[in-house]
């Protein structure tokens, strides 16, 4: 068993926290993608930050142990800092993904790094980081776009934009934020980073920007990471289930997700329902990414399956306490007019209505009909209202 554990990132870099604001966390999610790159089940059993700072450092995400991997399956560290002075120093920590993979354990070196000016951070990016996912080597991914905010009262002079190390050759860049440019505070620029991966398996780079204020350059990184796939694209069944005690309903491709839910090794009861459709596990001609949100307890504790970039951008500038699971958790085409392509099957999705959030999707439209007489919304394009365009 072998696992890839990999990050865009190579250094984190936050701003102060006062010392009179106890609870003023200044950081953002950095994340890191651990890879079951193996021909076995990998069992992820503890994730672990020491060192000195290791208090200023945290991790969450979709790799909490214990967690299991199939051969292929990833999962997500959210990493996060708040530096617990004002002093001008780098903090170091180190996280360790304990495993029973045959090479051990996997560590990466944490940095962050406090600023005696600044008491908010410097940039403001959107979205987080930038995850392409799954995409057959030397094909081109769809681009992201990130939206890069001066969230500081400061003016600043953009002295670097490039992306930095790992696999930088598998990534392009394109910006109009410019190097001597002057970045004054609430000014905003565009940056389309684009992915075709050059070999098989994890692929990662950093977009890294360093800028001038009072004199001094300061640094900032950005996550950017995919993987490259082997071949074409895989068709997978997406699989129904229904919880009758929430009376939620949850869909997944995922068999180490399918296997978990199957045997019951869940806090509530999930059943398949027998409803399933199709889509691929990376981007194809004319498809679009269906990204995968967790709606937290308090406004559903479900989730949420959006499609296309516009979509899931959306979402995220909404419900900013939802969890991006994934942003490309598998892929569709998307109906014309409510038209979908030939080959091609209708997809239909239904919004609970009710406090505790949950939306379904079937390919039935007397199923959807059903669920309407029920009280629950249809949602989706033209006189159908359809969401989504399954494959064969």
Request: hydrophobic letters at 35%; proline letters at 7%.
């Amino acid at each position: 068993m072998t696992l890839d554990v990999r990050t865009g990132k190579l250094a984190w870099y936050y701003q102060a926290v006062p010392h009179d604001v106890r609870d003023y966390d200044l950081s953002h999610t950095s994340p890191v993608f651990v890879t079951n790159t193996g021909d076995a089940a990998l069992d992820l059993s503890a994730l672990e930050i020491s060192g000195a700072y290791a208090a200023e450092f945290a991790a969450s995400g979709t790799c909490t142990p214990p967690r299991t991997l199939q051969p292929g399956e990833r999962c997500r560290i959210d990493l996060t800092a708040a530096p617990a002075s004002r002093s001008p120093s780098t903090r170091q920590a180190l996280l360790t993904v304990h495993s029973n993979a045959t090479m051990g354990v996997a560590q990466v070196t944490l940095h962050a790094m406090a600023d005696p000016i600044l008491n908010t951070p410097a940039f403001s990016v959107t979205p987080l980081y930038v995850d392409f996912g799954a995409q057959p080597v030397g094909a081109a991914a769809p681009p992201a776009t990130l939206t890069i905010t001066n969230a500081s009262g400061f003016t600043f002079f953009i002295d670097r934009f490039t992306l930095l190390g790992g696999n930088a050759g598998d990534f392009t860049m394109a910006s109009n934020c410019a190097v001597s440019q002057t970045f004054r505070p609430g000014d905003t620029c565009m940056t389309t980073i684009g992915f075709t991966p050059q070999a098989v398996g994890p692929r990662a780079t950093e977009f890294a920007a360093d800028m001038v204020y009072l004199g001094v350059t300061g640094s900032f990184r950005y996550s950017i990471t995919g993987v490259g796939g082997s071949g074409g694209a895989q068709q997978v069944t997406v699989v129904e289930y229904h919880n009758q005690s929430l009376d939620h309903y949850f869909i997944t491709w995922v068999a180490g997700e399918q296997a978990n839910l199957d045997a019951g090794n869940t806090p509530t009861r999930w059943e398949r329902t027998g409803q399933t459709f199709h889509a691929y596990t990376s981007a194809q001609a004319g498809t679009s990414p269906v990204c995968r949100y967790y709606i937290p307890p308090g406004k559903g504790n479900s989730h949420f399956y959006g499609r296309g970039a516009a979509e899931c951008n959306a979402t995220a500038l909404a419900n900013p306490s939802f969890v991006n699971e994934d942003p490309q958790f598998f892929h569709v085409v998307l109906p014309t007019a409510g038209v979908c392509p030939a080959g091609t099957s209708p997809v239909y999705r239904v919004f609970s209505n009710r406090p505790d959030a949950n939306h379904r999707y079937m390919t039935s439209r007397s199923v959807r009909n059903d669920m309407t007489a029920r009280g629950w919304l249809a949602e989706g394009d033209g006189a159908d209202l359809v969401v989504m365009c399954s494959p064969g």
